[in-house]
């Protein structure tokens, strides 16, 4: 099977084609399938092209996403944070133990 490029003209004539005409469909997915012909790419290559020019356009979906990868950045943090304190704590511990088996002067 050989893979074709388009140009980003083309994907972005195509899915401004489809947001155009998809009123005049009942579904989505049926002027998808009624424009990928016309354009020569399949169905689902135009449905994909129509999802990333979703979550472009739609600040919530990037709201959102920045706010999960945000979430999991400071997650992450947290643990590292809670593992640097366990280490400092058994370092103390440690220390304080030699200090009292330590004999005096």
């Known amino acids: 099977m050989k893979t074709r490029n388009y140009t980003p003209e083309m994907k972005e004539r195509a899915v401004r084609m489809l947001v155009e005409?998809?009123?005049?469909y009942p579904s989505t997915w049926s002027a998808i399938?009624?424009?990928a012909p016309?354009?020569?790419c399949t169905p689902?290559?135009?449905r994909s092209w129509h999802k990333k020019h979703i979550?472009?356009?739609i600040p919530a979906n990037i709201q959102a996403q920045s706010q999960a990868e945000r979430i999991k950045e400071l997650?992450?943090?947290n643990r590292e944070l809670k593992q640097a304190n366990e280490i400092i704590k058994k370092a103390a511990?440690?220390?304080a133990?030699?200090?009292l088996d330590r004999k005096p002067k």
């Open 21 to 24: 005409a998809k009123d005049d």
């Open 33 to 35: 399938k009624a424009i």
């Open 38 to 40: 016309k354009i020569g």
């Open 44 to 46: 689902e290559t135009l």
């Open 55 to 57: 979550d472009k356009t």
């Open 75 to 77: 997650e992450r943090e």
């Open 93 to 95: 511990a440690f220390f």
């Open 97 to 99: 133990q030699a200090e």
